[in-house]
């Protein structure tokens, strides 16, 4: 399995707070099947100022400590970058890490707030030439008014990813049911743990690919898990990546009913 999205880099936001605990995270990572990591630190103004080359070289370090420790877990880079007005600017310059060098990046909306022309912001970033992977939509707490937007993105080309814990009710039930909403009507692209350390917020990626496989089968489960990820890393094209390998509307396929059912027998 790979997972894209992790807070793996010890000491540079509100992951792994020191070496020892990056290393016994990886470990948890590894015994749960994950082969490649992505270290996607926060880049948030004036919280989290970190940038492109400090993040590839914290990256190659901490890989060296893995070798050394004889971890067998490759590391990629990352960001998990905050909604900003000069995003596709610091993108282009390389401040803003994209996903292994990829035209794929994590874009983390704000968890309380809905941001202001965020379908612009989006629209913009594609333009661009991006695609914009926005992180753990189910577990913002203005979802539920704005639903449909996040729709309407993923039918404009940007992804959505999912956190895997959000599938079995590591962050409540209200997650969960959006989690499993956007599953059932074909909006997911890809799971990711969004690990922040050991015991809270592990790197296990595992859990959350079992409990996709009744919403979407054991297929696009793995997809969510290692197809498309992997895609990612290699820098291919959206279209070879969604819609050869599965991704299904709603729209076009009013079978996907799992999800209409279980509202009417009270699951949220």
Not at 194 to 206: I, N, S, Y
Not at 209 to 235: C, D, H, K, Y
């Amino acid at each position: 399995m790979i997972d894209l999205h992790s807070h793996l880099l010890p000491g540079v936001d509100d992951g792994a707070p020191d070496l020892a605990t990056s290393l016994a995270m990886a470990r948890v990572a590894v015994s749960d099947g994950i082969e490649v990591m992505a270290c996607t630190p926060h880049i948030y103004p004036g919280l989290y100022e970190n940038e492109g080359s400090a993040i590839r070289a914290a990256v190659a370090q901490l890989q060296m400590r893995l070798d050394e420790a004889g971890i067998a877990l490759r590391l990629s880079h990352g960001a998990d970058t905050h909604v900003a007005p000069d995003l596709v600017a610091g993108l282009r310059s390389g401040r803003v890490p994209t996903l292994n060098d990829s035209r794929y990046f994590l874009l983390e909306p704000p968890h309380h707030v809905a941001p202001p022309r965020l379908e612009e912001t989006v629209f913009n970033l594609l333009t661009a030439g991006y695609v914009p992977v926005i992180t753990h939509p189910e577990r913002l707490s203005w979802i539920e008014g704005h639903y449909e937007v996040f729709v309407e993105l993923a039918r404009k080309g940007a992804w959505l990813q999912i956190t895997a814990g959000s599938l079995t009710g590591r962050f409540g039930a209200g997650a969960r049911y959006w989690a499993e909403r956007l599953l059932d009507e074909g909006w997911v692209h890809i799971l990711a743990t969004d690990a922040h350390g050991v015991e809270r917020r592990p790197p296990l990626l595992a859990e959350g690919q079992r409990a996709a496989e009744p919403w979407v089968g054991a297929e696009e489960a793995w997809r969510l898990v290692s197809t498309r990820p992997r895609g990612i890393l290699e820098n291919a094209g959206p279209d070879s990546l969604t819609a050869a390998l599965g991704l299904v509307s709603p729209v076009a396929d009013e079978s996907a009913g799992w999800w209409r059912a279980r509202k009417w027998f009270g699951r949220r």
